[in-house]
C-alpha cells in the first residue's frame, strides 16, 4: 500500500486493527524517518509511533523494533487491537517546514534607539578645599 508516495506492507494486523481512513487521519510525515509504524486502538482512538529496525546506529533502544512487546506491555492496553507497517523503501530524514521570518535588524535598531544626551562635566562643591590640622 502506498501512503503519502511511499511503500509499506502489513506486517502484524491483530484483532483487525489496520483501518485506512483513521491512518491516513494521523500518519504525519514525521513517520518517514521510521522503519516500523505501529498503530494501537485505545478508548477509540488510534495512536501512531515509529520504530527502527535493529540494526539502526546511534537512536534510542526503546524505538527499536525488538522492543515491540515490551511497548505494547507497557504503553497499550491490554489486549488492544494493533497493526504494524514495514516500510519497503528505505525511510527519509525528517525535514521540517521552518518557517523563516525576516530579520529587519535595521528596524529593531530604530525602534529601540534613544539618542545619547551630552553628557555634563561634573562641578566640584567647592572651588577651594580647607584642610584642618595644617598651618601654613
Known amino acids: 500500500m502506498f501512503i503519502d508516495k511511499r511503500e509499506y506492507e502489513l506486517v502484524i494486523d491483530y484483532r483487525n486493527a489496520f483501518q485506512v481512513d483513521a491512518f491516513q487521519d494521523r500518519y504525519t510525515k514525521l513517520l518517514q524517518k521510521y522503519h516500523y509504524i505501529v498503530g494501537d486502538w485505545g478508548h477509540e482512538q488510534l495512536r501512531l509511533k515509529g ?3 535493529e540494526k539502526t546506529k546511534n537512536v534510542d533502544p526503546l524505538t ?5 512487546e515490551d511497548y505494547l506491555k507497557e504503553y497499550c492496553a491490554f489486549g ?9 523503501e528505505e525511510p527519509l530524514p525528517f525535514k521540517e517546514d521552518k ?3 525576516q530579520k529587519n535588524q535595521q528596524s529593531r535598531r530604530k525602534s529601540s534607539y534613544k539618542p545619547k544626551q551630552a553628557v555634563k562635566p561634573k562641578h566640584k562643591k567647592h572651588d577651594f578645599v580647607i584642610r584642618k ?3 601654613r
Request: glycine share 4%.
Open 133 to 135: 590640622g595644617q598651618d
Open 64 to 68: 527499536k523494533i525488538n522492543t515491540l
Open 99 to 101: 518557517v523563516k521570518y
Open 51 to 53: 520504530f527502527y529496525q
Open 80 to 88: 488492544c487491537a494493533y497493526f504494524v507497517l514495514k516500510s519497503v
